[in-house]
């Protein structure tokens, strides 16, 4: 959620944050308290594969269909490729549904064991768990498309139902609805976008809602303003799973069953629209799960970023960049269909990092009413943005030892590593660079040899000598092994945090639940005192109770500079000639690598545009945002030192005319 400096403004005036401060949060309920070695030592891990799915079941490669009688999982390589067999295919381990299968029973006790075996939350566990066993991600990643009625039935094995019936309990049809996304609105503080719907155009956002006036009423985003944006474009809740007590869990669950500090963003389309989301990349390798109304959705392989080094692979078609329709249906920058599938309600869709993707909702079946709003969240496994690729990796070392990164040119924090001649390196070095790290790179109850420090280690050190030998040789062996542990640490720490956030959201939602219970009984007055909004209460809503879990994951992604840039700044001179506060004081200009507030949280960030103290900036994953104040702009490294080396636009003192004239 994007939260402005107005909208905080507007909140401030209606009640003060002093006396916010000064209340309590409400405690967690005991039965969902569990560190993450507690959480998974409760119960047993069925680590075996040998339950396989039916042996009818069938893997098609080729343009997926919804309407496909008997199909289980679909993903394809050739849009004129209808049907190819297994063995051709490569298709990820061949059998996600039977990991789901395997996944069920484990999964069953996660659920039961935070109560939330009514909420999908067994079916989220398993599907999660069934994706990070089976698929890559990024670039060596293939889509791949779920039936929500094979997804039943995987579960239903897995929980030792040899009839494969299904319960409608463990699936995702109806999990999120309109009128759940209704009451979320009068529930809570909320915020959206609405984005671009121009396919030929990269994709832009802006506010659904801005403050009507000083009181907390005025600043509320309300349902009318959500309607009156469906019928310009699709609506999007960014992180909702921090901010709505019901999408919670399964974010949670996401988190836990992948190992990684995940999100979860929401996307509301009404129905007829001819584009809900213009072709673009994202950073996020992203599970789609389909909860309400149905969308049409087109999957491509990558474009080659060798065509166009100076953009950005995982966000293209987004704010400047155009990725038009028609450069990928005529084949530009290589790009081939993949998938052509339509989601209905249950149904889930995989998506790595960089492919392309773009949405319609035209049917001719359907009535534009809010029951045939499609609904669909978007599961984030969030590996590029924590820095947990060996890109990342390979660039904190060098900045660590100080060697500057003659190959790629990456030697500052502020420059953005996904352009330039990274995207000019061979194919088969650029994959294995932009590569993730294990999966189990973060799971200290799972982990495998392949995640382990010492692995992950060598696998950094082998594909940082195919890049450049030179710069390789350069950096100490110890250093290679600080910066995956110091990674390992950091990912440690956000995943701890984003866990917490998630739980305090389910809390949320179970306390609201009693308080309505407790306040059914009222009416008229009696019932509007109950619910008026008290400092209390208002410290509860989203706004407020995450803020303090964006302010440590910001500070943690702090750490992680701050220990890259301890040689550099060794060896420079200037932290202790700065204010205090330089990052958010010395003057930024446009093309300048920052970290912008994006919800109380900062991310990496390009200013594209100064005007006064009002800046526009272009986030690394091609949001844009317009109008933020100084305040909400962070420098990443102070401006290099005109006395260090010189200004090279201005001549050294002391030269003579004619070494001037040379000059």
């Known amino acids: 959620m994007k939260y402005t400096a107005q909208t905080v403004t507007a909140l401030a005036a209606a009640f003060t944050l002093s006396a916010l401060s000064s209340s309590s949060s409400s405690a967690f309920a005991p039965s969902i308290i569990f560190t993450r070695r507690q959480q998974r030592t409760q119960h047993h891990h069925n680590h075996s594969l040998d339950r396989k799915y039916p042996v009818n079941a069938n893997y098609y490669l080729g343009t997926a269909s919804a309407s496909g009688s008997g199909s289980r999982l679909f993903a394809t390589v050739e849009e004129s490729s209808v049907s190819v067999s297994v063995s051709e295919s490569g298709l990820l381990d061949e059998d996600i549904l039977s990991r789901i299968t395997n996944a069920a029973e484990e999964s069953k006790q996660w659920a039961d064991m935070f109560d939330l075996a009514d909420e999908s939350g067994a079916a989220f566990h398993a599907l999660f768990s069934g994706i990070r066993s089976s698929a890559n991600l990024g670039l060596k990643g293939k889509p791949f498309y779920l039936k929500s009625s094979d997804v039943l039935k995987a579960m239903a094995m897995g929980n030792g139902n040899d009839n494969e019936d299904s319960n409608p309990k463990d699936g995702f049809s109806g999990f999120f609805t309109f009128e759940d ?9 909320l915020d959206a976008d609405r984005g671009s719907t121009d396919n030929r155009k990269g994709w832009k956002v802006a506010a659904v809602s801005t403050p009507r006036g000083s009181s907390f009423e005025d600043a509320r985003m309300t349902l009318d303003e959500v309607q009156a944006a469906l019928t310009k474009g699709t609506v999007i809740f960014n992180t909702a799973g921090s901010h709505i007590p019901k999408l919670a869990g399964a974010t949670l669950a996401c988190t836990d069953a992948a190992a990684l500090p995940c999100a979860l963003n929401m996307y509301v389309t009404a129905a007829g629209k001819r584009t809900s989301a213009p072709p673009h990349t994202d950073r996020q390798d992203v599970i789609v799960v389909q909860t309400q109304g149905k969308k049409h959705w087109k999957v491509y392989s990558p474009p080659d970023p060798a065509m166009k080094p100076e953009a950005d692979m995982y966000a293209r078609g987004k704010g400047d960049d155009n990725l038009p329709m028609y450069s990928l249906e005529e084949g530009q920058y290589g790009c081939k269909k993949l998938l052509d599938v339509t989601l209905e309600e249950g149904d889930v869709l995989f998506i790595p990092a960089a492919f392309p993707h773009t949405t319609d909702t035209i049917f001719d079946d359907v009535e534009d009413i809010p029951e045939n709003t499609s609904i669909h969240t978007t599961f984030n496994f969030d590996t590029y943005v924590w820095d947990l690729s060996y890109l990342s990796a390979r660039r904190l070392a060098l900045m660590r030892a100080g060697v500057a990164d003659s190959c790629l040119g990456q030697d500052k924090v502020e420059d953005s590593q996904y352009v330039g001649k990274v995207n000019s390196l061979p194919k088969e070095i650029r994959d294995e660079l932009m590569s993730n790290f294990p999966l189990d790179f973060l799971d200290d109850m799972k982990a495998s040899e392949v995640g382990s420090i010492d692995a992950v280690t060598e696998e950094l050190e082998r594909i940082s000598k195919l890049v450049d030998p030179e710069t390789y040789a350069a950096v100490p062996s110890s250093i290679w092994k600080e910066t995956v ?10 995943f ?18 009693k308080e309505e219970e407790e306040t059914a009984h009222l009416s008229g007055e009696e019932l509007a005192r109950a619910k008026a909004m008290t400092p209390e209460k208002m410290q509860r809503l989203s706004l407020f109770r995450v803020q303090k879990f964006f302010e440590q994951i910001t500070e943690v992604k702090k750490n992680i500079v701050v220990w890259a840039q301890v040689n550099a ?9 700065l204010p205090d ?11 300048d690598q920052v970290e912008a507030d994006l919800g109380g949280a900062f991310f990496p960030a390009e200013i594209t545009k100064v005007a006064g103290s009002s800046y526009d900036v272009k986030f690394f994953d091609g949001d844009v945002m317009n109008g933020l104040d100084r305040s909400m702009v962070k420098l ?20 003579t005319k004619k070494e001037l004239k040379r000059w």
Not at 181 to 189: R, S, V
Not at 645 to 654: H, I, K, L, T
């Open 569 to 577: 700044l060794s060896e420079g001179s200037t932290a202790g000639d």
């Open 485 to 494: 542990e110091t990674l390992h640490k950091e990912g440690t720490d956000l």
């Open 581 to 591: 506060n330089w990052e958010f004081t010395l003057p930024i200009k446009v093309g």
């Open 496 to 513: 701890d945090i984003h866990r917490d956030m998630y739980l305090a959201a389910i809390e949320e939602g179970r306390e609201r639940k």
């Open 181 to 189: 996304l209704k009451k979320a609105l009068e529930d809570d503080f």
């Open 636 to 655: 990443l490294a102070p401006p290099a030192s005109d006395s260090a080396g010189g200004n090279e636009d201005s001549p050294p003192p002391g030269l």
